[in-house]
């Protein structure tokens, strides 16, 4: 619980007439929920990581979307230069917060080699 006249989210002190918190922007008439993932909603078997890289050093080619099975994004990214740069640089952000879905919709979050998962066989 946080004191009056304090930010319900991260505890630092309000003005009287404040509408955000000037530390973290929180609203101060709601209360603070914070974003909770499904634990059992199925994740990418995708790495993370792996398309991370690939945004990062080959994105405006559009290499990451066909490295995830979005084969129509990556020819449009392919023969626009990553929609001008722009489009690349949207994915950088997603991918690198863990928003980035694969061609499934599965969210890739795995940032190390997964142990097991959809369509992975250990050899």
């Known amino acids: 619980m946080s004191q009056p006249g304090s930010c319900e989210r991260c505890g630092a002190q309000l003005l009287p007439d404040a509408v955000y918190c000037g530390r973290c922007g929180h609203p101060v008439d709601r209360t603070y929920q914070p974003v909770r993932h499904d634990p059992y909603e199925p994740v990418s078997a995708y790495s993370g990581l792996v398309a991370l890289v690939?945004?990062?050093?080959?994105?405006?080619?559009g290499i990451h979307r066909f490295y995830v099975?979005?084969?129509g994004t990556g020819l449009l990214y392919l023969v626009t230069g990553g929609l001008l740069g722009i489009g690349w640089l949207i994915d950088l952000i997603?991918?690198?917060?863990?928003?980035?879905?694969?061609y499934y919709g599965f969210r890739l979050v795995v940032w190390e080699e997964p142990v097991s998962g959809p369509g992975l066989r250990r050899v």
């Open 54 to 61: 690939l945004c990062f050093f080959l994105g405006y080619l």
């Open 94 to 102: 997603v991918i690198a917060s863990g928003r980035f879905r694969d």
């Open 69 to 71: 099975g979005k084969i």
